[in-house]
């Protein structure tokens, strides 16, 4: 990691490089989304030298982020990786600590409880990045706010031509079958992009 950091500050510096001088958080956004996108289709291929690869450029958008919070005095790499390790120890009591937690869903609300309880009350709407992609953002809203999926409603939407309601009733009963859609959806098209001749 240091070597990392070490060359994105050499890639910063005013002798360095043009593109990278000219980044800023704002405008590193679209490449982080990108980035998790294809470690995210590299996991899905199974293919470990590209998984490695594709996590290897996720960690570069968390080095350049942090050498320019560096710049900007406001964070750095060592901030990032503090918030990191005293979050999993905090959040794991029944590892790190005497808390009892037996179950996966045990573990999960008490996480859900400690993000709570470290964050304040939130509204459904803001416990979801607004940064996700659309449906996978409906299917956590949905699930947060335990709404039921309405077959008929879906096919009388579609019925009516109106496409925006009959796609959210089918993302509620994804929701209800803990099914998320975005990943649904991205299996189906790369077995059909797969078939292509």
Not at 44 to 64: H, R, S, Y
Request: aromatic share 6%; proline share 6%.
């Amino acid at each position: 990691m240091e070597k990392l950091l070490e060359i994105m500050r050499r890639l910063r510096a005013p002798d360095g490089c043009p593109w990278d001088r000219k980044q800023t958080h704002e405008s590193l956004r679209p490449y982080l989304l990108e980035e998790a996108a294809e470690a995210v289709d590299a996991i899905t291929e199974g293919d470990p030298a590209k998984m490695a690869e594709e996590l290897g450029d996720v960690l570069l958008q968390v080095a350049f982020h942090s050498v320019i919070g560096e710049e900007e005095g406001t964070f750095g790499y060592a901030d990032v990786e503090r918030a990191i390790v005293d979050k999993l120890i905090e959040r794991h009591p029944h590892v790190f600590a005497d808390r009892e937690l037996h179950t996966a869903e045990e573990v999960l609300a008490n996480w859900e409880r400690q993000k709570e309880e470290a964050r304040g009350p939130q509204t459904p709407c803001e416990k979801v990045p607004r940064s996700l992609p659309a449906l996978a953002r409906g299917y956590e809203l949905a699930r947060k706010l335990e709404l039921a999926g309405d077959r008929e409603a879906a096919v009388r939407a579609l019925a009516a031509g109106d496409l925006e309601a009959a796609l959210w009733e089918v993302v509620k009963l994804f929701a209800e079958q803990e099914e998320n859609p975005e990943v649904a959806l991205r299996e189906r098209l790369s077995a059909l992009c797969s078939n292509e001749p």
